[in-house]
């Protein structure tokens, strides 16, 4: 079949623009631990990202650019968003 799948694994994903999560420990986590978004962003670069830019990523794999890897983790997202 000419179908590829993804398979998106962030390691923490920030919630932007409203996003809540609907599991309730969930929410009482994000909401303990969002004001260490950018304190932890710029050192671990490769485990934190955002909904935007999970987002852009996801649009991202279906231009055709060629071949990719199947599996992103949080530094392949990050990666993904900044492509054209």
Known sequence: MPFRAYDFRPAYLQPRHGAR?????????????SWLYPLLHRPFLR?????????????????????????????EINSLRARP
């Open 21 to 33: 999560p609907r599991t309730r420990s969930y929410r009482l986590v994000y909401a303990s631990t």
């Open 47 to 75: 485990h934190t990202t955002t909904t935007d830019t999970l987002g852009r990523a996801m649009l991202a794999v279906t231009r055709p650019q060629g071949r990719g890897p199947r599996v992103l983790a949080s530094a």
